[in-house]
């Protein structure tokens, strides 16, 4: 058997334990994975990795005059996000927020709250999510003391997961796009193998989402109850008795200094065009019917290009964000000049390690084969009652290996929707309707590619969640595993059972059954091990 497809994700996980540098792990990982691919020869070795980061870097798209193609929307966007911080911090909005929403808030738990609502409202993207949120809930935790660990996993909980399940946010028209692409069609027609509406069928497979629910339903039980366990308990407890947040004390952001000019409208205002230049950006190259195009609202929403969108949203921040602070004077005009060095320079700790991971990826999926080398070893050994439980277990080993929800996706749909099909061989081209397994399956398929790239070292989501909370990415991701990984056995057990659970029932209610148990199975888990490390240890006050 040829394990050489997962030793560079193991030598990425190895290193960062022994040595907690994050951009040695992954380059030795982008140095080994290319290695292999190139059958152990050095000088192609570097060329392999030189050619990667060019392609993640959209060399090409900028030499053809495409400059908004590939990765670089998320790359300005995140610049932009860094020109927004400091314009926030030094103009004083961010100061006036906190000044004003602390006397509303009046206990940790009051704060925690508002994150997971806000990270509700913000569903339209992950990305998006990931990357305002800690910009947005990090002077309010800081105050009340309130781990950056803990304020990074509430973030990186509701990102993704949330946004799946939301028929109007960017993950619509992708899954869309990989069910038509996989022989769902609406009409028979040549390539149809299941008949049904690819829209309609993402619809029907949100309550299969196991992995969505069960992690939403254990961040609001974390912070009701008020749990601390693991390493986010240590995190918790310097939080609370030492005033440690945990973060990145050295960094860029730590040293921004803040006047105390601009007001709370200012801030709402500055935010404000934040959201609507991002969903004007969406409808506009999703073609809405609104901004005189052909798509009504639902399906702009379903087929707009996130990237382009991405980057028509990062210069309209860049530039107006700035300049309506400086016509506030709030601002003064000799630091506009500054402010895109600066933003760089924030965050070029992301920017580095989303340029290598994906550099990374890329070459683990199209080199490697890492996706169907995974898929191979699991999913041939697999009856159909348990296919669901392996389409799960196989999703998550390959998004927590690639870092990549949707690469996962984009590999795994061709090869399951064929697969299902298959159990149904008597009928034809069978309709949705008539293959039952086919929602618990596609639905744990979705469960894995958010389960895994949520604990990946190297998923984007994380990355980005770290780097706006200001919290180191590796302690964000071993602090955050330990609260995730119960919710991942959770989600397995779940689509174990559901093959015999509530039989006679609709499929709907059958899902929402799955859940449940799982989820008495998951706050279980959760009070026990919180039981038994507060018992070891004195209580600390929670005001």
């Not at 969505?212 to 039980?221: E, N, V």
């Not at 090869?415 to 159990?423: F, H, L």
């Given at each position: 058997m040829n394990v050489f497809p997962i030793l560079p994700p193991l030598i990425v996980l190895i290193t960062a334990i022994l040595t907690r540098r994050v951009l040695l792990s992954l380059s030795l990982g982008l140095f080994s994975s290319a290695f292999i691919a190139c059958n152990f020869q050095l000088v192609p070795t570097f060329e392999k990795i030189l050619m990667a980061l060019l392609n993640t870097l959209n060399y090409q798209g900028f030499v053809s005059g495409n400059v908004t193609g590939g990765n670089t929307g998320l790359f300005a966007f995140i610049i932009a996000m860094g020109v927004v911080i400091i314009v926030l911090v030094r103009s004083g909005a961010t100061l006036a927020?906190?000044?004003?929403?602390?006397?509303?808030?009046k206990t940790r738990k009051d704060v925690e709250k508002t994150s997971l609502?806000?990270?509700?409202?913000f569903f339209i993207d992950d990305y998006f999510s990931s990357l305002s949120m800690g910009t947005l809930m990090q002077p309010l935790t800081d105050t009340f003391k309130i781990s950056r660990a803990k304020l990074a996993f509430l973030i990186d909980s509701m990102a993704c997961p949330v946004a799946i399940l939301c028929p109007f946010s960017s993950w619509v028209g992708v899954i869309v796009g990989f069910l038509s692409n996989s022989g769902i069609h609406q009409n028979l027609e040549e390539g149809t193998i299941i008949q049904g509406s690819p829209f309609y069928t993402f619809l029907e497979l949100l309550p299969f989402i196991f992995y969505?629910?069960?992690?939403?339903?254990?961040?609001?039980?974390i912070v009701i109850r008020d749990i601390?366990?693991?390493?986010?308990?240590?995190?918790?407890?310097?939080?609370?008795?030492?005033?440690?947040?945990?973060?990145?004390?050295?960094?860029?952001?730590?040293?921004?200094?803040?006047?105390?000019?601009?007001?709370?409208?200012?801030?709402?205002?500055?935010?404000?065009?934040?959201?609507?230049?991002?969903?004007?950006?969406?409808?506009?190259?999703?073609?809405?019917?609104?901004?005189?195009?052909?798509?009504?609202?639902?399906?702009?929403?379903?087929y707009t290009d996130v990237n382009k969108a991405l980057f028509m949203c990062s210069c309209a921040i860049a530039f107006a964000c700035p300049l309506y602070l400086l016509h506030q004077k709030h601002l003064q005009k000799k630091q506009l000049y500054t402010l895109p060095q600066e933003g760089v320079t924030l965050m070029k700790g992301a920017l580095m390690i989303l340029l290598i991971a994906w550099s990374m990826g890329d070459i683990l999926r199209e080199d490697l084969g890492i996706g169907q080398y995974i898929a191979t070893q699991i999913l041939n050994h697999v009856s159909y009652e348990t296919l669901p439980l392996a389409v799960f277990i196989t999703a998550t080993m390959i998004a927590f290996a690639t870092g990549s929800s949707w690469g996962t996706a984009a590999?795994?749909?061709?090869?399951?929707?064929?697969?299902?099909?298959?159990?149904?061989?008597?009928?034809?081209?069978?309709?949705?309707?008539?293959?039952?397994l086919f929602f618990p399956t596609i639905g744990a398929l979705l469960s894995g590619c958010v389960a895994g790239d949520h604990i990946s070292p190297i998923s984007d989501t994380t990355i980005m969640t770290a780097t706006s909370t200001d919290m180191p990415h590796l302690d964000h991701v071993r602090t955050q595993f330990g609260y995730a990984f119960p919710v991942i056995i959770g989600t397995g057990f779940g689509f174990l059972l559901?093959?015999?659970?509530?039989?006679?029932?609709?499929?709907?209610?059958?899902?929402?059954?799955?859940?449940?148990?799982?989820y008495v199975f998951v706050v279980t888990y959760i009070e026990l091990r919180n039981f038994l490390e507060t018992s070891k240890k004195p209580q600390v006050s929670k005001a």
């Open positions: 927020f906190t000044k004003k929403i602390q006397s509303r808030l609502v806000l990270s509700t409202i969505s629910f069960l992690i939403m339903g254990a961040a609001w039980y601390k366990f693991g390493k986010m308990a240590a995190f918790e407890h310097k939080a609370i008795t030492k005033g440690q947040l945990g973060g990145n004390i050295n960094s860029a952001r730590s040293s921004l200094s803040s006047s105390s000019q601009a007001t709370i409208h200012d801030f709402f205002i500055i935010w404000g065009f934040l959201i609507l230049s991002l969903v004007f950006s969406l409808l506009y190259y999703g073609d809405w019917s609104g901004l005189g195009g052909a798509n009504n609202l639902l399906k702009a929403l379903q590999l795994l749909f061709p090869m399951i929707i064929p697969t299902i099909a298959a159990q149904y061989q008597g009928l034809g081209t069978p309709s949705i309707e008539d293959l039952t559901f093959p015999y659970i509530m039989l006679e029932a609709p499929l709907y209610l059958r899902a929402f059954g799955s859940i449940a148990v799982s």
